[in-house]
């Protein structure tokens, strides 16, 4: 058999797209699904809800432990799902699943996120010890709650400029459906 006919198949002549300057994991990440101003306030999510962690990790003494664990817990849960979040916007993952739900998604668990760890964080302010790591572990909640819930206002104010108020067709019809069925 002929060297050439063996390999001619799996030889490739010329390489594909694949190799370059985005290949790897780079060329999966997309940053357009969302507006510049969303992707800030995503990645502030990510970055506030981490150094609220570290910081109420670095904790290492505390009276009254509950708003601390509670915070713990909180600021954990933050950062991993606005991590999530960011995995579903920026990857093949968001094709793969509807984009309504994507939204709808991102929609209640930013609200969520952002009230309870709004929650979480005064609740630490009436326990703390009053160490620096407390105080910049608080400061770093407040201002995720505050990311969060900014967010969650900026996508309702699109959920509403999308959907415009609905005017009646026909006046016809509705002058049928409002006389009494008896007259």
């Not at 609740?123 to 990311?147: K, P, Q, R, W, Y």
Request: hydrophobic fraction near 45%.
């Amino acid at each position: 058999m002929e060297n050439g006919a063996v390999y001619s198949p799996t030889t490739e002549a010329a390489p594909g797209t694949g190799r370059g300057a985005r290949s790897g994991l780079a060329a999966y990440f997309v940053l357009g699904r969302l507006p510049w101003y969303r992707r800030i306030l995503k990645g502030l999510q990510l970055l506030l809800s981490l150094l609220a962690f570290i910081c109420e990790e670095v904790v290492s003494e505390c009276g009254l432990c509950g708003g601390l664990y509670f915070f713990e817990f909180v600021s954990c849960s933050a950062f991993l799902l606005s991590l999530l979040l960011l995995i579903v916007y920026c990857t093949p993952v968001h094709d793969r699943v509807d984009t309504g739900k994507v939204k709808s998604s991102d929609f209640y668990i930013t609200l969520g996120t952002g009230c309870v760890f709004l929650l979480a964080s005064i609740i630490f302010v009436s326990t703390h010890s009053g160490t620096s790591a407390e105080i910049a572990a608080i400061v770093f909640g407040f201002l995720a709650s505050s990311m969060f819930l900014l967010d969650f206002v900026v996508m309702l104010c699109e959920k509403l400029r999308e959907s415009p108020l609905r005017k009646p067709e026909n006046n016809a019809k509705v002058e049928a459906l409002t006389e009494p069925l008896n007259a």
